[in-house]
């Protein structure tokens, strides 16, 4: 019959087993939990009012967003002015061109990013610790410092007005964040799967390819995430390369809104939703790989 | 021979290292040091984009020392920074002190204080300056209903700065969720034993969590300093012309954005960027040391 399992009388189980146990509700104690709850309450009502706010504004009339003192709840509750805000500007381009930027720097992100992580983490070499410390520092310099002569660089090769300024260094390493990611998740997979497999005359590509990577799924997963949430909300880098409306991605899309329609809060609050609800869904989709992969960055 | 083969063998693996890595070295080569290297150079130069820039020596810089909008971009940089970084991290570790005590609906509110900070930088501006629209917002309406009336937030030059600070605020999300991951890995025992030895709350707090903590406080204050010093998202979208009302948010970053991409005086915004970096540097440094006189590492004391 196999191993006898040794029966653990409920309060003879080791402690870090069980839940500790629930405090009796004394007074005092139900006082602290009311007070508790009341900051909860209150603090998120803070955080939920603008957005709250964002969605009722977004489904009244041009009209009645202007009342004051203001009135809470659309009436009517106008759906039509998320088409006719979205159908105002290119929106469906809009989308369009913020989802190429997101896919294609989300391969470079994922192929670089991967490597250098691997090659930080998996592999002993004299140097490592100091050129990865030198990767992090580059954390640290202001964008404003490496912008002007990129800029120019990149006129002379031709490439203001897409997105290649914004797509093609991803392919080399510079989402640090992303490997930095990486490098914490590879650090925590054995050792000794790599050293087997270099037995076996494996070699370093291979192992990286067929070995750590497969492990690393969920942590490529969230580099994958939020480099498309990154995207999602760039703006200043779309700012300074694209001029032509054309190409312009979501958050560009969205700042011209509001230099069009100041007067039509609606259309305004209708168009800021169309860009949060997508990513919102996401997030709550994908909320555990989101968190654990936050928590990740956080460490050391 | 056998120093030869193990010296040989060094070498192969640094040469394994480098190639794994050289996706990194050849970007870090191309999109940092040489744009860096070349910013130094600019800032000793006039140049606006075309032709060649012309090498003025210390001129720039001089020019910056009695540039009365540069010394207000600073000012406002500073101002937001000195207040929202500590406010932040202030905030965002007593959300996550708050989250990590057992109460009830523990991820409903943590999925709450999180899911402003994915919303979209330009969505969410929209969405402030609307909520703190003067005549018709939110905000001020609450404000009328307890007898107040608010002012004109965005669009007033005293109450400018707060709002954006206001802003910032609600989006701290991330580092309150690392936080949050920071005091899940403090380890229960030592509560215990703290509780043993008679300490109350505010002391466990004090000479148990945030030391335990500290490591990671270092690291978000140094990004968020990092980030602050380099407002310029939100300001730009809320604020038309930006830096009005007045100048009162003309931030460093909108300055340099003026300076560089609409009058083209590349050198000067160079000279800017340069002193940035110096400012960057000098903060981060100062931290640095400090941090080794409260920042307290788990595995130097064995």
Redesign the interface.
């Known amino acids: 019959m196999g191993i006898a399992r040794p029966q653990v009388r409920p309060d003879q189980r080791p402690p870090v087993l069980t839940r ?1 146990p629930r405090a009796r509700r004394t007074p005092r104690k139900m006082g602290a ?1 009311a007070a ?2 009341a ?2 309450i209150a ?2 009502a803070m ?5 709250v ?2 969605v009722l ?1 977004s489904f009244k009339t041009a009209g009645q ?6 009135v809470w709840w659309p009436h009517p509750f106008l759906w039509r002015n998320y088409p006719q805000v979205l159908s105002s500007l290119p929106f469906g381009r809009f989308f369009l061109n913020t989802f190429v930027y997101a896919v294609v720097t989300i391969v470079g992100v994922s ?2 990013s991967s ?2 992580a ?3 983490s998996r ?6 610790n100091a ?1 990865f410390y ?2 992090l520092t ?13 800029f ?2 990149y ?1 002379h090769v031709g490439w203001i007005g897409g997105y290649l300024p914004l797509e093609v ?1 991803t ?4 989402s640090v964040f992303s ?1 930095f990611l990486l490098r914490q998740f590879f650090m925590t997979i054995p050792q000794s799967l790599s050293d087997a497999a270099r037995l076996d005359g494996a070699s ?1 590509f291979y192992i ?1 390819s067929r070995i750590v990577l497969p492990l690393a799924k969920p942590a490529m997963a969230t580099v994958i995430l939020f480099q498309f ?1 990154y995207c ?2 760039d ?2 880098g779309p ?2 390369y694209i001029s032509n409306t054309n190409r312009y991605p ?3 899309g ?2 011209l ?3 069009d329609y100041t007067t039509n ?1 609606s259309w ?2 209708a ?2 939703s169309a ?2 609800v997508p ?2 869904i996401l ?2 989709l994908t ?1 555990r790989t989101f ?1 654990q992969g ?2 990740l ?2 460490n ?1 | 021979m056998r120093t030869l083969t193990r010296r040989s063998r ?1 070498w192969r ?2 040469r ?6 050289s ?6 080569g ?3 040091l ?3 290297l ?2 130094l150079y ?1 800032s000793f130069t006039t140049f606006t ?1 075309v032709g060649n820039p012309k090498v003025i020596g210390f001129a720039n810089y001089s020019a910056l020392f009695h540039d009365h909008q540069f010394q207000t971009s600073l000012f406002n940089t500073f101002y937001y920074t000195v207040i929202e970084v500590p406010l932040s991290t202030v905030v965002a570790i007593g ?1 996550a002190l ?1 989250l990590n ?5 523990r991820a409903f ?8 900070s ?7 501006s ?6 703190f ?1 003067p ?2 917002g ?1 905000v ?2 609450l404000l ?2 307890v007898h107040l009336t608010g002012p004109a937030w965005f669009f007033s030059v005293a109450w400018s700065k707060p709002s954006f600070i206001l802003l910032g605020l ?1 989006g701290l999300g ?1 580092p309150m ?6 005091l899940q890995g403090v380890p229960r025992e030592m509560y215990e034993v703290a509780a043993l030895e008679g300490a109350g709350p505010v002391q466990r707090l004090r000479y148990v969590t945030l030391p335990m903590i500290s ?2 406080i270092l ?2 204050v ?2 968020s300093l ?1 980030l602050s ?2 407002y ?2 939100q300001a ?2 809320i604020e ?1 012309p930006p830096g009005s009302p007045g100048t009162s948010t003309l931030f460093f ?1 909108i300055y ?1 954005y003026q300076q ?2 609409q009058d083209l005086h ?1 050198g000067y ?2 000279a ?3 002193m ?2 110096i400012l ?1 540097l000098i903060i ?1 440094v100062v931290l640095l040391r400090s941090s080794s006189g409260w920042v307290y590492y788990e595995n130097e004391q064995q």
Not at chain 1, 65 to 70: C, D, G, Q, S, W
Request: proline share 6%; hydrophobic share 60%.
């Open positions: 500790p939990s508790k709850h900051v909860l603090v998120g955080f939920a009012l603008p957005l706010w964002m504004t967003a202007l009342t004051f003192p203001v192929i670089s490597l250098v691997y090659g930080f592999l002993r070499w004299r140097g490592r050129l030198i990767m580059t954390l640290l310099l202001p964008f404003v410092c490496t912008l002007i002569p990129l120019i660089l006129k260094p392919f080399f390493g510079s490997t370093e990286y949430i999602w909300n703006f200043l700012l300074i979501l958050s560009l969205l700042d809104i509001l230099g809060w305004v609050m168009a800021a860009a949060t990513i919102v997030f709550f909320q968190i936050i928590a960055t956080g050391k | 060094q693996q640094i394994i290292g480098l190639l794994f890595v996706p990194w070295i050849l970007g870090f191309a999109f940092y040489y744009p860096f070349a910013t600019y984009g959300l708050l005590m057992n109460v009830r609906g509110y943590r999925t709450l204080f999180y899911i402003p994915i919303v979209p930088v330009v969505a969410s929209l969405i402030f300056v609307w909520i629209q005549s018709f939110v001020n309406s009328s209903d609600w991330q969720v690392i936080y949050l991951a920071a490591p990671v690291f978000n140094i990004m990092v010093i380099q310029f998202t730009q979208v038309t970053v340099y560089a991409f590349l915004a160079s800017m960027a340069f940035l970096f960057v981060t």
